[in-house]
Every structure is written in C-alpha cells, then in structure tokens.
C-alpha cells in the first residue's frame, strides 16, 4: 500500500493534475481540471485549479 505518493506519472490524469499523499495526509488530489461535453466530445476548460483546501477534513 502506498503511503507516500509525490506526483507519480499518471498518464491518465489530464496534464496539470497532480496526485500527492503523504502517511498523515491522503488527500490524493491537490490540483483539478474542469472539463465539459459539446457534440465534439470532451474538451477541457481553462487552466489546473487548486483543489487542496476543498479536500481538507471539516474543523
């Protein structure tokens, strides 16, 4: 089991997204892509987003 995971290659993830873990934190993702469907498919929207502070524990 991985405990510490420090923005491994991932070739699934959209560029920009990163994926870090620590053993006190596993949070995975610390960064996002908006994406949205038109009839051309999947496209992506603006740029990486900071999503660590929507994934932090509720005080």
């Known amino acids: 089991m ?7 290659p991932i070739r699934m993830l959209l560029g920009g997204v990163k994926i870090f873990t620590s ?5 995975r993702f610390k960064t996002a892509r908006f994406i949205e469907f038109s009839a051309n ?4 929207t ?3 987003v900071d999503v660590s502070d ?3 524990p509720q005080k």
């Open 2 to 8: 991985a405990t510490t995971l420090n923005d491994p």
């Open 41 to 44: 498919g999947w496209k992506t």
């Open 46 to 48: 603006g740029a990486p």
């Open 54 to 56: 929507a994934l932090a």
């Open 23 to 27: 053993p006190s934190g596993y949070n």
